[in-house]
C-alpha cells in the first residue's frame, strides 16, 4: 500500500460533493467551517491509512489468500461476502417501511413560509 490511495480515501470522505459545497457556502462563516472541514478530511484519511497499513503489515505473509484464479481462496471468499454485505446494505436503504430520517432544524428555517429575513445562510 503506498500514498496513491490518498486522494481517493479524501473523495470517499467527502462524499457527494455538491452537497458539501451547499452545506459549506451557506453556512455563517464558510471560510472557517470548510477549513475545518478538510482538517477533518485530512485527519480521517491519514488516520484510516495508517490503521489500514498497520493491520496489513501486521498480517503481511501470515494469512494465505490464495490465487484469484482458484475459487474458493480466502481472496475470493471475502470479495464475494464484502459484495453481498454491500449489497444487503443498499436493500436495506430502500426497503420503505422504515421511519424517515430526522432531518437538521437549519434546512426547515430556510423554507419560504418559515425564513425569517435576517436568517444568514438561507438562500
Not at 30 to 54: D, E, K, N, Y
Not at 90 to 117: E, F, K, L, M, T
Request: with cysteine; glycine share 8%; proline share 10%.
Amino acid at each position: 500500500m503506498d500514498l496513491a490511495i490518498l486522494p481517493l480515501a479524501i473523495t470517499m470522505v467527502m462524499g457527494p460533493q455538491i452537497m458539501s459545497a451547499i452545506v459549506l457556502a451557506t453556512t455563517e462563516r464558510p471560510v472557517r467551517v470548510s477549513l475545518t472541514f478538510l482538517a477533518g478530511v485530512a485527519v480521517a484519511a491519514t488516520a484510516g491509512v495508517a490503521i489500514a497499513w498497520t493491520v496489513f503489515a501486521l498480517l503481511a505473509g501470515k494469512v494465505e489468500l490464495g490465487r484469484p484464479s482458484e475459487p474458493g481462496s480466502l481472496g475470493t471468499i471475502l470479495q464475494i461476502g464484502f459484495v453481498a454485505l454491500l449489497a444487503l446494505l443498499a436493500i436495506r436503504n430502500y426497503v420503505p417501511g422504515r421511519p424517515p430520517s430526522r432531518r437538521h432544524g437549519w434546512p426547515r428555517s430556510c423554507q419560504p413560509d418559515r425564513a425569517r429575513p435576517s436568517r444568514p445562510g438561507c438562500w
